[in-house]
T-cell receptor
Framework: EAQVTQNPRYLITVTGKKLTVTCSQN?????MSWYRQDPGLGLRQIYY???????DKGDVPEGYKVSRKEKRNFPLILESPSPNQTSLYFC????????????FGPGTRLTVT | DQQVKQNSPSLSVQEGRISILNCDYT??????FLWYKKYPAEGPTFLIS?????DKNEDGRFTVFLNKSAKHLSLHIVPSQPGDSAVYFC???????????????FGTGTRLTIIP
């Protein structure tokens, strides 16, 4: 089954404790992206990757890091989480030919206290 | 600034009637528009799209209309069914080239409730 998986689905952590949210896709997609969803703000892009070892900032990259060492994986790293990073996070992937038809993971709800 | 706006946070429609969801945009460089549908505890799923060279695209019960002069698009669902109850996101792309950031700019979403 074609899918994007994210782990964990729910996470409660404390300020400053480094965490990683994993994302994996099994569709051999070139393009992967991370979004956060906040009330009244819709989905905003954090980082994106066009292919292995190619990443760049989206609209709200501050406080986040990413890496793309393998085509299927695109982890999101919060080196020192803060309460304003409490949000619902989505990973997405798409093929280079139809980048706009993005396949989203189920989401990770993160709470930073 | 919000380049893609969905001014109605929620909409309730009787089952069998037409649902019309609206979206406005400000960036005249947007050349591709999409609607995504999201159920609770799931990620958004692609629903339908339209290129700026068209003014209408139809897929079964779903039709998207684009009015470029008004910078407005709408999604029509006919007839509405209970399974259509979800949050709908409008999205737009100012696709530059293959090597640019093929980024989607999303609206804030409209929660559609279909009343049986």
């Amino acid at each position: 089954e074609a899918q994007v998986t994210q782990n964990p689905r729910y996470l409660i952590t404390v300020t400053g404790k480094k965490l990683t949210v994993t994302c994996s896709q099994n569709m051999n997609h070139e393009y992967m992206s991370w979004y956060r969803q906040d009330p009244g703000l819709g989905l905003r892009q954090i980082y994106y990757s066009m292919n292995v070892e190619v990443t760049d900032k989206g609209d709200v990259p501050e406080g986040y890091k990413v890496s793309r060492k393998e085509k299927r994986n695109f982890p999101l790293i919060l080196e020192s989480p803060s309460p304003n990073q409490t949000s619902l996070y989505f990973c997405a992937s798409s093929s280079a030919r139809t980048y706009y038809e993005q396949y989203f993971g189920p989401g990770t709800r993160l709470t930073v206290t | 600034d919000q380049q893609v706006k969905q001014n109605s946070p929620s909409l309730s429609v009787q089952e069998g009637r037409i649902s019309i969801l609206n979206c406005d945009y400000t960036n005249s460089m947007f050349d591709y528009f999409l609607w995504y549908k999201k159920y609770p505890a799931e990620g958004p799923t692609f629903l339908i799209s339209i290129s700026s060279i068209k003014d209408k695209n139809e897929d079964g019960r779903f039709t998207v209309f684009l009015n470029k002069s008004a910078k407005h698009l709408s999604l029509h669902i006919v007839p509405s069914q209970p399974g259509d109850s979800a949050v709908y996101f409008c999205a737009a792309s100012d696709h530059v080239n293959y090597f640019g950031n093929e980024k989607l700019t999303f609206g804030t979403g409209t929660r559609l409730t279909i009343i049986p």
